[in-house]
């Protein structure tokens, strides 16, 4: 790595912010010695840019000796910001490589056929006379050759150990504060009806111990594995087929992985069984997954740089995702924008944990009416933390007469609501869940938003009840915190941008008190200025005042086919995918 060129590299034609003084400082911490460099880039820091310019200090073919590796690897969790990078002038030699679910065969008769189910997976001696012309062959021969190969994080980690992607100079992760969870949530082994086709045939153990899972585990791939043995014995498949047979190719290889790690000694993993009910299905989780993040990660590259706005403790994370501090710095990138133009207010109703929310639910709904008269000819966003919450106040909102102006979503139509949601010319109200990070509302495509629950990791998640038995309660709030941060740059994209915040539960003001040594100090000066604003009395017909007639009567006809709206009783569960 050649971090003297870490300017030279800045594909945009000029700086703005602190984006100078932030490459100056990262350049200094990789010439300290340093194998990894976090870097806590706020919103608006233009960190995609920044990475850039870490990834182009890689060194090149011509400036290695043989045996050295070259170039470099930008990931990301998020999808929707490798389609921000992909979508982006500056960042055009960033050569994005996607999974082959993301592409059609391009065969005759086939071009409705995703590649991971084209003919060269599901027949046996298939000979493609136009693989050189496949989109996903194509596309990662060039990423493999390419000084900068941009992937998903998930997709990253599945190519550890390919031939096509080894080991490179240079890894540079953008939203990289979840790594050790997004790793954990990798690991995870799901053993039900959906993983494993011959579930009915099994005599399904009600499991006392990791020992009695390993035993089940042994049992399910050899299973498994004579499945797929049998399926390689066609001459052809069907799409269902080839989707069983890497379903079960790749649970075999989780199953062997939890089965070596959990034998292993030296292993730093803790796993944790959990089991729906007495001979149901199984979920085997991962703790401090040090093991597997250094062959999906740390073994991938030389050196690192970690971008993210809330990587908020230092010693915390690298312990998480199994680092040496002292082989670690952090860069700390100021904020840019005006503290003024991202305020919170305080609107709590109560809390709104579980026991408490029948009670407090009903007077935040209230209490958005008159935010929404605040706001009559403004989107706003409103995190409502569950499908559960988002239903009743869905309901409870259109009870109180305004329920033109609200749209929700399901886990099934995602993507085309949010952008529904963003293109309406309507003051509308988006019901979101589990929308607190990857969203860019830059500008009027909302200038408010709410937060309804603090958002606490769900205790019931036994790696959760686990650390919290263990006393990691600093953990357990700095997770929260994180959220929270996340979820507050959604609505200020911009120095010049402008978005505020509402926090409905009393549980986060409670969470700040909690916090407050983990908070960066552009946050913590955010929350020293919450007040309590001057909303207007509530009246949804001033709420509704920027709404179209038209708008209106499409809501009241549609109410009116769907009779009224769903049930209260609805057994949706709070999310924690």
């Known amino acids: 790595m050649y971090p003297a060129r870490i300017h030279d590299e800045f594909p945009a034609p000029g700086y703005r912010g602190n984006q100078q003084q932030a490459l100056s400082d990262i350049r200094a911490a990789f010439e300290g010695g340093n194998d990894v460099v976090l870097v806590r880039a706020p919103t608006g820091s233009g960190k995609s840019l920044l990475a850039r310019s870490i990834a182009g200090c890689a060194r090149t073919a011509g400036e290695a000796a043989p045996e050295q590796v070259v170039d470099a690897y930008y990931t990301t969790p998020q999808v929707s910001q490798l389609d921000d990078v992909a979508e982006d002038a500056l960042l055009e030699d960033l050569c994005v ?27 046996r001696e298939f000979d493609c006379q136009v693989k050189h012309r496949c989109p996903y062959f194509s596309d990662r021969a060039i990423a493999s050759n390419r000084r900068i190969a941009a992937m998903t994080l998930a997709y990253f980690m599945q190519t550890a150990g390919s031939d096509v992607f080894g080991k490179r100079d240079v890894v540079v992760i953008d939203e990289a504060h979840g790594l050790g969870e997004w790793a954990e949530m990798y690991a ?54 080839v989707a069983e047979r890497d379903s079960l190719n790749k649970l075999r290889s989780d199953l062997s992985w939890f089965q070596e790690d959990y034998r292993d000694p030296e292993s730093a993993t803790t796993w944790v069984v959990d089991q729906a009910d007495d001979g149901g299905p ?28 809330t990587i908020l403790n230092k010693d915390a994370f690298c312990a998480n995702v199994g680092l040496d501090p002292d082989d670690v710095a952090l860069v700390e990138v100021g904020h840019t924008f005006p503290v003024e133009n991202r305020p919170l207010y305080d609107v709590t109703q109560g809390k709104m944990t579980y026991e408490h929310r029948d009670d407090t639910l009903p007077k935040v709904a209230r209490e958005t009416v008159r935010i929404m008269a605040q706001h009559p000819d403004e989107k706003g966003l409103i995190h409502c933390h569950s499908y559960a919450i988002q239903e009743q106040l869905d309901e409870l909102l259109t009870e109180f007469g305004v329920g033109p102006r609200v749209r929700t979503h399901d886990k099934e139509d995602r993507d085309g609501a949010l952008a529904a949601w963003k293109r309406s010319d309507n003051p509308d109200v988006f019901l979101s869940v589990k929308m607190e990070e990857a969203l860019d509302l830059e500008g009027d495509l909302c200038r408010w938003q709410v937060l309804c629950k603090a958002p606490y990791p769900n205790t019931r998640d036994s790696r959760v009840a686990r650390r919290l038995e263990d006393g990691q309660w600093g953990w357990y709030y700095r997770t929260a915190l994180r959220t929270v941060i996340q979820a507050c740059g959604r609505v200020i994209r911009a120095p010049d941008d402008y978005g505020s915040t509402y926090l409905a539960d009393a549980s986060l003001l409670d969470l700040f008190e909690r916090a407050r040594h983990d908070m960066p100090d552009w946050f913590a000066a955010q929350v020293d200025r919450t007040s309590v604003p001057d909303l207007p ?32 009783n609805h057994p949706l569960s709070d999310v924690w995918d």
């Open 97 to 123: 490589i996607r999974g082959k679910n993301n592409y059609d065969c391009i065969l005759p008769g086939e071009t409705d056929t995703p590649v991971n189910q084209a003919p060269c997976v599901r027949e």
């Open 188 to 241: 995870t082994i799901d053993l039900s009806p959906q993983t494993i086709p011959m579930w009915r045939d099994l005599d399904i153990p009600d499991l006392d111990g990791l020992d009695e899972a390993v035993a089940f585990a042994e049992r399910i791939e050899h299973l498994a594995e004579r499945r797929v043995k049998e399926l390689r014995g066609n001459a052809e498949l069907s799409p269902d087929e």
């Open 282 to 309: 199984v979920t085997v989780k991962p703790m401090n997954p040090e093991r597997y993040l250094q062959h999906t990660v740390w073994d991938r590259g030389n050196r690192f740089a970690l971008l993210s706005a």
């Open 537 to 568: 009395d509530f009246s949804p017909d001033r709420a509704l005042s920027g709404v179209s007639a038209n708008a209106r009567r499409r809501h009241d006809r549609s109410r009116s086919r769907s009779g009224g709206g769903r049930d209260r």
